[in-house]
């Protein structure tokens, strides 16, 4: 982590202060007695200035506008030839190098040839892959890792391969699921807003003249009328500069983000979703790193490395600590309180009978039945709140709008 640091120099017979960023003092040091000219007299650490704050916050913010997902097809497709590539003895820095110049997405393409440029160094690619953590995710510099730890690169390749098919598979089935909701509710909000704009306001000289005490479903529609007509463009800006700020602060604040991770565990349907894909993917690496060889501490520090949700990660964390301290597996899995008692058992049973790495598959397909009966099951599940949310839409207009007519009628009634 860089701090900010500053530089006292004596140039010309004047004492001057340099600001700069550096790793630590000594780095801060040499970068001082290189950079300015003059007497270097000290360096010590000093209080950020705002400039250069917002100087940060900016180079921050553009550098997370540029950045850009490579596309799920192009990434398994190319993770596929360099499987077949590394399984035919051609050294992986050619084999980066001709994925580069087959494919034909641009980020991936950048990626590719920082990788080959980094391996060409002497790097090693799980090493060079740490610097594309947006683009190439967790899973990916895993199973890479595993892939050079084994010396079976070809064979975690190919079941990284396969992982990303299924996790492709999981979200189309999730977008479909959601395509019916989300268009109805982008409906509602379209007439809902519509309704607001422009009939509402046909009924306010109404209301004005009657001059009685107004409901208050009707007074609720005319302050949405009054925003909606006189702020609409500074809500919009609003919300999108609320939604820019609090996508930043995520991403930059470990603090934010794993309180925003809390927030999506408490959520109706998001947590379920959350933390049954998250298993799954955490049993199904581990069961290749068991199955590989590998220390189960070592491959639990692995497993638990690319899982996205911080509080599930700490959780899962506490296994490796649990297993140093010489308890069993199943015992630190249970201690997290996220495994059922069942998968508790399974695993106690794979360890006692030495098949822990074939348990581990079952437990990971358990999971993925449990998250695909979420999604297969979330149509059904979002219907209930989605007619509540249409029926309270349709309750506010009709009451905001006919109350006050019904007591017009009572009173020319009378």
Not at 7 to 20: D, E, N, P
Not at 95 to 101: A, D, H, L
Not at 119 to 138: A, D, Q, R
Not at 198 to 205: A, D, E, I, R
């Amino acid at each position: 982590m860089t701090n900010y640091y500053e530089a006292t120099v004596l140039t010309r017979g004047k004492k001057k202060k340099f600001g700069f960023y550096a790793e630590d003092k000594n780095d801060a040091t040499d970068i001082a007695k290189i950079k300015y000219s003059g007497l270097f007299i000290k360096v010590e650490v000093a209080s950020e200035p705002l400039e250069f704050r917002l100087k940060k916050i900016k180079s921050n913010l553009l550098k997370n506008v540029k950045k850009k997902k490579i596309k799920s097809d192009a990434l398994i497709a190319s993770i596929r030839q360099l499987a077949v590539m590394t399984n035919a003895g051609l050294p992986i820095h050619d084999s980066i190098t001709e994925v580069s110049n087959s494919t034909s997405d641009t980020s991936l393409k950048f990626v590719l040839d920082n990788l080959a440029d980094d391996i060409n160094s002497g790097s090693s690619l799980s090493k060079s892959m740490e610097n594309f953590k947006f683009e190439l995710g967790n899973l990916t510099i895993a199973m890479v890792k595993l892939g050079e730890k084994t010396g079976n690169l070809d064979e975690s390749l190919e079941a990284l391969a396969g992982m990303l098919e299924e996790i492709r598979s999981n979200v189309i089935k999730f977008k479909k699921a959601m395509a019916y909701p989300r268009n109805v509710m982008i409906a509602m909000a379209i007439a809902f807003t519509v309704l607001i704009s422009y009939v509402v306001p046909q009924f306010k000289s109404i209301f004005e003249q009657l001059g009685a005490e107004l409901p208050l479903p009707t007074l609720i529609l005319l302050k949405l009328e009054h925003i909606f007509n006189n702020y609409g463009p500074y809500v919009l800006v609003g919300g999108f500069l609320i939604f820019v700020i609090s996508k930043y602060a995520i991403d930059n604040y470990k603090d934010i983000r794993y309180k925003w991770h809390q927030l999506l565990l408490k959520t109706y349907l998001i947590k379920n979703i959350i933390k049954y894909s998250t298993l799954n993917r955490f049993t199904l690496v581990l069961s290749e790193l068991v199955r590989a060889g590998i220390p189960i501490a070592e491959a639990l520090d692995t497993a638990t490395d690319m899982i996205d949700n911080l509080p599930l990660k700490e959780k899962l964390s506490t296994i490796r600590i649990a297993v140093e301290k010489g308890q069993q597996l199943n015992e630190g899995l249970h201690d997290t309180e996220l495994f059922e008692n069942m998968i508790t058992q399974m695993i106690k049973a794979g360890e006692d009978g030495g098949a822990l790495d074939k348990m581990m598959e079952k437990v990971a397909e358990y999971y993925k039945m449990k998250f695909d009966a979420i999604i297969d099951g979330l149509s059904e599940s979002i219907e209930p709140i989605m007619l509540i949310i249409i029926a309270a839409m349709i309750l506010l207009l009709a009451l905001g709008i006919f109350m006050p007519m019904w007591s017009m009628g009572e009173a020319a009634g009378l």
